[in-house]
């Protein structure tokens, strides 16, 4: 079983849309959880941190659930500009020390 | 921008040389994590430095070795180069005295062709 898995996609959405993400991870002891974004043959970049109770960040919503081991990332409004591969990372120790485990990202496209 | 700096951009060796990758970690910074990632995956963890020591590795052979100096930037090394060592190579910045945040922060990346 893979560590982090989320649908590749590609998941094709107009404009104005609401698309929702959810990824699983392997480890009950995980301990930190991100989504990142990442822009064709561009870096990763952090979108946000992922907490137990849930957050936004503007038109951005995270949530975790420890009991069923998934996270999810929800898009309201969603604009041209948010087309971009997003990642679901989980950090599967305290400390850091054995790095961020990565899915293979879920493909997302804005379409006019 | 997050202040990670990366060199060089892109890189061209044969198969069996030897190649070096430098990292820049953001100011205020003392960990470093290198990655791979291969087209088409997601980033897959090589080893992090924390205080100059090396301080957890992925599964990755020992011919990928690393340092960190003390104003905490990095090298990547990587003896007898493959054809499948053809990549982008990430490093991550990070602090592990912040309490209990492990967000890492991204350079733009070295990549890597084999040939």
């Known amino acids: 079983r893979k560590e982090v898995e989320q649908d590749p996609g590609p998941f094709n959405v107009p404009e104005g849309a609401t698309v929702a993400f959810n990824c699983t991870y392997s480890?009950?002891?995980?301990?930190?959880f991100f989504w990142y974004r990442q822009d064709c043959r561009k870096e990763p970049k952090l979108l946000m941190s992922?907490?137990?109770s849930g957050n936004e960040d503007g038109r951005f919503t995270a949530q975790l659930n420890r009991a069923s081991q998934y996270i999810s990332l929800l898009i309201r409004d969603s604009k041209l500009s948010d087309s971009a591969t997003y990642l679901c990372?989980?950090?599967?120790?305290?400390?850091?020390?054995?790095?961020?485990?990565f899915g293979k990202g879920t493909h997302l496209i804005i379409q006019p | 921008e997050t202040g990670v700096t990366q060199s060089p951009t892109h890189l061209i060796k044969t198969r069996g040389q030897q190649v070096t990758l430098r990292c820049s970690s953001q100011?205020?910074?003392?960990?470093v994590s290198w990655y791979q990632q291969a087209l088409g995956q997601g980033p897959q963890f090589i080893f992090q430095?924390?205080?100059?020591?090396?301080?957890g590795r992925g599964n990755f052979p020992p011919r990928f070795s690393g340092l960190q100096f003390p104003n905490y930037s990095s090298e990547l090394n990587v003896n007898a180069l493959e054809l499948d060592d053809s990549a982008l190579y990430l490093c991550?910045?990070?602090?592990?005295?912040?309490?209990?945040?492990?967000?890492?922060?991204f350079g733009p990346g070295t990549r890597l062709t084999v040939t």
């Open positions: 991550a910045s990070s602090s592990l005295d912040r309490g209990l945040s492990y967000e890492q922060y």
């Open positions: 480890n009950s002891a995980s301990q930190s």
């Open positions: 992922v907490y137990s």
């Open positions: 990372v989980v950090n599967m120790a305290g400390g850091g020390a054995d790095g961020l485990t």
């Open positions: 100011s205020g910074h003392n960990t």
């Open positions: 430095y924390y205080r100059e020591e090396e301080n």
